[in-house]
Each structure stands twice: as structure tokens, then as C-alpha cells.
């Protein structure tokens, strides 16, 4: 099991770019979640996903964001434009449906807007 | 609403010291209760969990027990190493969802040598 997969790593871009992080769940998961973590304001949940569909985007932030699960294997996070506000490490998690099953976080994506 | 407190960091400890850091949640509900760990450059990932209250979850010499009548859930650790430097994470179940979880503002572990 190759676990949950974020890509890039990390991104720099300027101000007023589009970015977009891209993540695989592990397989059979249903549930997907993508977080932001900042110094400032800790780990903070942005979207939360389940079976493909949008639960609560509550936490986006602003119109700017914007996340779309077009399938169970793959999900975006996009950003547009891209401020230096939204410089952070953007974590994707998936789990299994089930209540209380654990939750399987990526390497995250470090993002740098200048 | 769904909240959890942990204990500001960090905490800097010497190599096998005993550690406790201190973690409490909103009583709504018996919620499924969580420590996560992260490591530098990574995410996070899951310590040990309790489902019911007076369970107690353990995993790689560390422990926390549910305990329902203080509403907590610390962690402890008779012996830490250099190698458990890292940011722990509290969390509970969300009442909104059965999945989701709230964390807490995470706690950084320093072990010195």
C-alpha cells in the first residue's frame, strides 16, 4: 500500500498564479479530507469529501480556493489567484468510512507564494 | 461546539525522562478519542485511539487512557528517546460526522541526548 499521495511536494510561484495540488487516497477509501498547516493558525480542515462528494467546504477560506474529487482515486486543490497568505503546507487524508477508522495523511505540499 | 485542548509546547525533555502532555475535549457525547504524531517534513499519522471510556490505547511505549469523569486523554510515555522529537496531535471525533475529526493546536516534543 503506497499510502496517500500529494503532489508536488512543494510549489513556488508568485502572487496571482494558479496552483493546484493534486492527491491519491489510498484505495478503498471513501473519505477524503484536505487540511492547511500554518504556524500561526495550526492544522485547520478546508474540505471535506465523501464518496466524491463535497460534505462541508466550510473551512475554505475564500472564493479563491476551490477543491473538486472527480473520481475515488484523485482529488485537486486549486487556488486562483495564489496570495502570499496562502503560503502553507497543505495536507490531503483519506479513511474508511466507518466511524472512528483512522485517518491516513500524504507528505503534504509546501507552498510558497511570493 | 466540538473542541479539544492540549498543552502549549514545546516540551524539552531529556533522553528517558517521563513525559505527560495533557489533553482535554468538549463532553458532548462518549467520542472515539485519537494521539496522532507527526515527524519533521511528514504528515501526520495515527499513535493510538480509544473508543469507550476507561479504554486505554497504547502503541510504541506510549499510552492514554479515556477517561470520561475529567473529560481527558493524555499522553504518557515512561521513557522517552531522541528519536519521539516530534508535534503530537489530540483529536476527537467530530459530532457533525462520524469520520471527521477535531484536532488540537498540537504539542512539539524536543528530547535532548
Known amino acids: 500500500d503506497a499510502g496517500v499521495i500529494q503532489s508536488p511536494r512543494h510549489e513556488v510561484t508568485e502572487m496571482g498564479q494558479e496552483v493546484t495540488l493534486r492527491c491519491k487516497p489510498i484505495?478503498?477509501?471513501?473519505?477524503l479530507f484536505w487540511y492547511r498547516q500554518t504556524m500561526m493558525r495550526g492544522l485547520e480542515l478546508l474540505i471535506y469529501f465523501n464518496n466524491n462528494v463535497p460534505i462541508d467546504d466550510s473551512g475554505m477560506p475564500e472564493d479563491r480556493f476551490s477543491a473538486k474529487m472527480p473520481n475515488a482515486s484523485f482529488s485537486t486543490l486549486k487556488i486562483q489567484p495564489s496570495e502570499p497568505r496562502d503560503s502553507a503546507v497543505y495536507f490531503c487524508?483519506?479513511?474508511?468510512?466507518?466511524?472512528?477508522?483512522?485517518?491516513?495523511f500524504g507528505n503534504g505540499t509546501r507552498l510558497t507564494v511570493t | 461546539g466540538d473542541s479539544v485542548t492540549q498543552m502549549e509546547g514545546p516540551v524539552t525533555l531529556s533522553e528517558e525522562a517521563f513525559l505527560t502532555i495533557n489533553c482535554t475535549y468538549t463532553a458532548t457525547g462518549y467520542p472515539s478519542l485519537f494521539w496522532y504524531v507527526q515527524y519533521p517534513g511528514e504528515g501526520l499519522q495515527l499513535l493510538l485511539k480509544?473508543?469507550?471510556?476507561?479504554d486505554k490505547g497504547s502503541n510504541k511505549g506510549f499510552e492514554a487512557t479515556y477517561r470520561k469523569e475529567t473529560t481527558s486523554f493524555h499522553l504518557e510515555k515512561g521513557s522517552v528517546q531522541v528519536s519521539d522529537s516530534a508535534v503530537y496531535f489530540c483529536?476527537?471525533?467530530?459530532?457533525?460526522?462520524?469520520?471527521?475529526?477535531?484536532f488540537g493546536g498540537g504539542t512539539r516534543l524536543m528530547v535532548k541526548p
Open positions: 487524508a483519506s479513511t474508511q468510512g466507518w466511524e472512528g477508522s483512522p485517518l491516513h
Open positions: 480509544a473508543t469507550k471510556a476507561d
Open positions: 483529536a476527537r471525533i467530530s459530532n457533525n460526522a462520524g469520520n471527521m475529526l477535531t
Open positions: 484505495s478503498g477509501h471513501n473519505s
